[in-house]
């Protein structure tokens, strides 16, 4: 059959719960992160974008880019970016919104995922709070979550995720990570991995994605270190029993021909990008990384006639020079200014959004080989007969060896290098 005739039918019966009693006249193909994982497990060696819609303009511009590609697309946010003490307008809770009604005024026809990235717990101290407000991000329409507990030891990180799954969908994307994300410092071990996957397994929660401390950090990167693509492909091969996939953070940190290895020798169904998208959108010069140039001063370089109109970008630095804010606090200026984004000319926000959906297009198609797979969501779909895929793989582990106790002893015995501390949050 047509692809149009296949896509009304997963219209029909693709679309969560939630997103069909959100939106139940809509025409957009909101979807579990698993339809996205499965579908770029049926190409093969490709990963798609998470694009972190840290404004409306990068939402616009990654669907239309999804869109010329034919690609499966996830459009994401991070608590530190969306949740309740956001530094972007884009949040937890209005962001399927924006998707929808974009999908819906641009006829966009590519699946598309809505995930709460880096849903991240610091400590047990963020668990009651966490069991309410997790199920109100479903109840928002988002189709995928990161819990994120990298950030305590591996005992606590596990026995948070048990506890916090249960306030997951069971057709819902879900994604664990170990060993969190602080470049060189600190990177994950096949051991550190396989306790929290099998943990989780002998409980009946089987992740579609892990996030690992490969070598990258979030927002601008200042070394050329990166992903170690060996270390990442030890650890993937080591969990290839457990039916995961792998999300790549720190994307924007990385050149090509990394990304593209990250493709082709690891088992990489996701690749979040934030700082780039963010950086393009406004105009500002990137590299092949997706990094912001630097001038001599230290400064970024404004691109003239595009992004941002000249007048509102010295705007946002004269605002952020008062506030003391160094290159790597220029996220804080999306909330501040996102009303006078969307107030620019017609013309200006048009530049913006292309500039976005280019960069996007290059990425799915030359780096991430993602082009064409919204056929294999769809078809995953119509071959599921629902939205929900169910899990790649059952129970492994043995429940009466991950007891809470036995959970303890098995994290002494880990031998892990946890890095240097901080806040390292995206």
Known sequence: MSYAVDFDHALEIGRPPNITSLFPNSRALLVSGKVIDQAMLGKGKAMTMAANGRNHIVIRGALRAAQRARSALIIEIARSEGGANAYCATNYWNMARQVDAVCNELGITIPVALHADHYGIKSPDDIPFARTEIPSLFDAGITSIAIDASHMPDD???????????????????ETEVGEIKGKHGLSSKDEALFIIQGLNAHNIFPDWIALN??????????????????????????????????????????????????????????????????????????????????????FIKVVDEGLSEKLWQEMKTYADTQGWSSGDFKKLNIVFENKIMGQPAAIRERMTRRVEDFVYTMLVEVFNAGDTARYAVDAILEAGSYDMGPKTGRIESPEEWTREQIRARAAELDTDKGPAGDFDD
Do not use: C
């Open 214 to 299: 490969n070598g990258t950090t979030h927002g601008i990167e200042d070394s050329a270190q990166g992903i170690q693509v060996e270390l990442t492909t030890e650890i993937h091969n080591a969990l290839a029993g457990y039916g995961l996939s792998g999300a790549q953070h720190g994307t924007s940190g990385n050149n090509s021909d990394r990304l593209r290895a990250i493709v082709d020798k690891t088992r990489t169904t996701k690749a979040n990008v934030a700082t780039a998208l963010q950086m393009i959108s406004w105009g500002l010069q990137v590299n092949d990384f997706g990094n912001a140039t630097l001038d001599e001063q230290g400064e």
């Open 156 to 174: 606590d990180n596990l026995l948070a995720s048990l506890e916090l799954a249960k306030y997951v969908p069971s057709w819902a994307g879900f």
